[in-house]
């Protein structure tokens, strides 16, 4: 397992940006996958994005097709969400994930795949 550390959250009006940092300390292998979650109060922890830390295959939730992106420096051991046309429904708790295994060319999305969870950062956006 890593320490997972998030920033970049904060209150932005609807159509606003925000970047969303996650910095890991320990040993990042190759095989390794990083995942955003989100989670809203009664709400279930749902996927948003994920990265395979070597190949850099990627994967999204529909909801946030065409209006996220996530990439990663490995060399600083970060991933990054940018999150562009926020709505207010994007509104939540946002959880930085990781994994090791053998995830080259496949994101797990399934939240009990991740065994590291950051403590989370809060997006929230305004109408």
């Known amino acids: 397992q890593v320490q997972l550390v998030e920033s970049g959250g904060g209150l932005v009006q609807a159509g606003g940006s925000l970047r969303l940092s996650c910095v890991a300390s320990?040993?990042?292998?190759?095989?390794?996958?990083m995942g955003w979650f989100r989670q809203t109060p009664g709400k279930e922890r749902e996927f948003v994005a994920g990265?395979?830390?070597?190949?850099?295959?990627?994967r999204f939730a529909d909801s946030v097709k065409g209006r996220f992106t996530i990439s990663r420096e490995n060399a600083k051991n970060t991933v990054f969400l940018e999150m562009n046309s926020l709505k207010p429904e994007d509104t939540a708790v946002y959880y930085c994930?990781?994994?090791?295994?053998?995830?080259?060319?496949?994101?797990?999305?399934?939240?009990?795949?991740?065994?590291?969870w950051g403590q989370g950062t809060q997006v929230t956006v305004s109408s």
């Open positions: 320990g040993r990042i292998s190759t095989g390794y996958a």
């Open positions: 990265i395979t830390w070597s190949v850099g295959r990627i």
């Open positions: 994930a990781a994994v090791s295994g053998s995830f080259y060319y496949t994101v797990p999305w399934d939240q009990n795949q991740y065994d590291s």
